[in-house]
């Protein structure tokens, strides 16, 4: 049985951020709210969990996952970023965009696009994600929660819990979330629209 935390999403409750942290790195999976739309994360050095959101999500090892960062600062240990790279970047985070970047050796090369060694990347902007960022000190590891069969992710923390008590460690309902992805833009060279999702990517000049 998952554990079920009702976290405010203006003003996340300080004791239950720690408790949700401690959970991930005891080796916990956690459905939490962003600002694109729910999202299922562990450790990013925690193989059992990444293997069991592969299981939940029905997905191979080809599928691409995120990290999710508290800041631009964070997100530039984890990739390499250079200039022109960067201006694009603050300009669109935080927000519901993610960005493929070359990643840096902090990247567990099991977690990265195995071909060009890229890695998806992001800063959002919901304050839960981002307490939970701020506590945890480090990226979590982060897939879409889209099960398999369904057209949109669940937007609903009880609902989430109904269908996942059983295989997920702790929901957190941050109240009514989107069902919208987020805005995918390969950032290796040029700006290269993957997904149209809740980001205008008119942003990066698309």
Same mark, same amino acid.
């Given at each position: 049985m998952s554990q /079920? /935390? $009702?976290i405010h999403p203006d003003s996340p409750q300080p004791r239950l951020?720690?408790?949700a942290v401690e959970i991930i790195r005891s080796g916990g999976l956690v459905?939490?709210?962003t600002d694109s739309c729910y999202a299922l994360g562990c450790h990013l050095g925690d193989k059992d969990a990444l293997e069991r959101i592969r299981r939940i999500r029905q997905v191979d090892e080809k599928h691409h996952f995120t990290l999710m960062c508290r800041d631009l600062s964070e997100l530039g240990t984890y990739a390499r970023v250079d200039n022109r790279q960067f201006r694009y970047l603050k300009? $669109?985070?935080p927000g519901p965009y993610t960005v493929i970047l070359q990643a840096t050796r902090e990247v567990p090369k099991r977690?990265?696009?195995a071909k060009r060694a890229t890695i998806g990347l992001r800063v959002p902007q919901h304050l839960v994600a981002l307490a939970l960022l701020e506590e945890l000190g480090e990226p979590l590891l982060t897939s879409t929660l889209l099960l398999p069969g369904d057209e949109w992710p669940p937007t609903e923390g009880w609902?989430?819990?109904e269908r996942l008590e059983h295989e997920v460690e702790l929901v957190i309902d941050g109240g009514h979330c989107g069902t919208n992805p987020t805005t995918v833009i390969d950032l290796l060279e040029d700006p290269v629209l993957i997904r149209q =999702?809740? =980001?205008? $990517?008119s942003v990066f000049g698309l």
């Open positions: /079920f /935390f $009702a951020i720690k408790q459905v939490y709210p300009s $669109a985070m977690v990265m696009q609902e989430i819990r =999702g809740a =980001g205008d $990517a």
